[in-house]
């Protein structure tokens, strides 16, 4: 089992920046694709950005150019910067792992965070 644990939620002004991280700990004697997801009113939860064990990323076109993904050597903790921020970027972000990056994308969700809310501000 892979626990993960985000911080870093908050409220910000449009045009401003928030760094969400996520440490994962518990089975992390390999390193997993990890992502982001936010959800915001509705059920549908839907990717932000991943990165692979070896540094590969991707991004959904809304955040392309002002949100960056990355991790840290030990591969445990992911983070998330936001620059720019719009209030349509308001939600709850979640943190989620899996073992497989494939196509370019994280495609098998193993392992969620709790979720950390961001409000963005007009």
């Known amino acids: 089992q892979v626990q993960l644990v985000e911080s870093g939620g908050g409220s910000a002004q449009a045009g401003g920046s928030l760094k969400l991280s996520c440490v994962a700990s518990?089975?992390?004697?390999?390193?997993?694709?990890m992502a982001w997801y936010r959800q915001t009113s509705g059920p549908q939860r839907e990717l932000v950005a991943g990165?692979?064990?070896?540094?590969?990323?991707n991004y959904a076109d809304s955040v392309k150019g002002r949100f960056t993904i990355s991790r840290d050597n030990a591969g445990n903790t992911v983070h998330l910067q936001m620059n720019d921020l719009k209030p349509e970027d308001t939600a709850v972000y979640y943190c989620?792992?899996?073992?497989?990056?494939?196509?370019?994308?994280?495609?098998?969700?193993?392992?969620w965070g709790k979720g950390v809310l961001v409000t963005v501000e007009s």
């Open positions: 990165i692979s064990s070896g540094g590969s990323t």
């Open positions: 518990g089975r992390t004697d390999r390193r997993y694709a």
């Open positions: 989620v792992a899996g073992p497989y990056w494939r196509f370019g994308a994280l495609t098998d969700v193993n392992y």
